[in-house]
C-alpha cells in the first residue's frame, strides 16, 4: 500500500511538472521577438483601401506597443506566403525597422510568421490610428 501511493504521488507530480513546461513552450511575448527596442514612430497601413497614418505621438506609440505586449506569439513552421492584409505597421526604432503584418489569427514580423491565441482585432488597431 505505501509503495502504491509513492508512486501515485510520483506520477501526478511528473504530470503537473510535465503539463507546466509544455504549456509555455514555444510562446513568446512582442519584447522576445523584436528586443527591447524605443519605438519613435509607427506607420500603419490599411490593407483595404491603401490609407496610411503614422503615430509619433509618445502615449498612442506606448499604447500600440501595449496591444502588441498583450499577445503570445507562437512562431508558426513552413507558413506559405500571404497575399493581402489587414492592416501593416512599420516600427521605426533607432535606424531599423520592424514591418508587422496583422492577419485574421496570425501576425507576421518581419519575414516570421506567429499564430496567435487572441487575435489583435481590426477595431484595436484602428481605435489607436483615429484621428482625435
Known sequence: M???IIISVSLVLVLISGCSQTSSKGSKDFMEIVGDKS????EVIDGRNGNRHTITEKDKIQQFIQLLN???YKEMENHEKTKGYIYKAVLSSNNKEFNITFLDNEIKINDTYYSLKKPIGEKDISSLIKED
Do not use: L
Request: no cysteine.
Open 39 to 42: 519605438v519613435s514612430k509607427i
Open 70 to 72: 498583450e499577445k503570445e
Open 2 to 4: 505505501k509503495n502504491f
